[in-house]
């Protein structure tokens, strides 16, 4: 089991930035990967940004990419997701995810078998 914690979301006005946090706890020595996934209000869960655990590659989508940049601190077992020029489509829950299987794209939700509760950030425009 892998128990996920987020923090980090709030209110930000269109154009500012922010920073996610993952904390991980649990069976992390066996962390294939983890991510970071969005859902907005009427909308299935998407993929935003996640990173291979065992060898670092990154994946982002195209509607973060070149805006945002996901990274970890391995000592601290955390996961982090800085997003700047943040826009009121950014609009979500976001949910950090994680799993400890062998997965192949890396970026669809149902390969990810850990949940956080999720954390709300809401762009003003």
């Known amino acids: 089991q892998v128990h996920l914690v987020e923090s980090g979301g709030g209110l930000v006005q269109a154009g500012g930035s922010l920073r996610l946090s993952c904390v991980a706890s649990?069976?992390?020595?066996?962390?294939?990967?983890m991510g970071w996934f969005r859902q907005a209000p009427g909308k299935e869960r998407e993929f935003v940004a996640t990173?291979?655990?065992?060898?670092?590659?990154?994946y982002y989508a195209d509607s973060v990419k070149g805006r945002s940049t996901i990274y970890r601190d391995r000592a601290k077992n955390t996961l982090y997701l800085h997003i700047d020029s943040l826009k009121p489509e950014d609009t979500a829950v976001y949910y950090c995810?994680?799993?400890?299987?062998?997965?192949?794209?890396?970026?669809?939700?149902?390969?990810?078998?850990?949940w956080g509760q999720g954390t709300q950030v809401t762009v003003s425009s």
């Open positions: 990173f291979s655990w065992t060898g670092g590659t990154t």
């Open positions: 649990g069976r992390t020595s066996s962390l294939y990967a």
């Open positions: 995810g994680a799993t400890i299987e062998t997965i192949f794209t890396m970026t669809g939700v149902p390969e990810y078998s850990y």
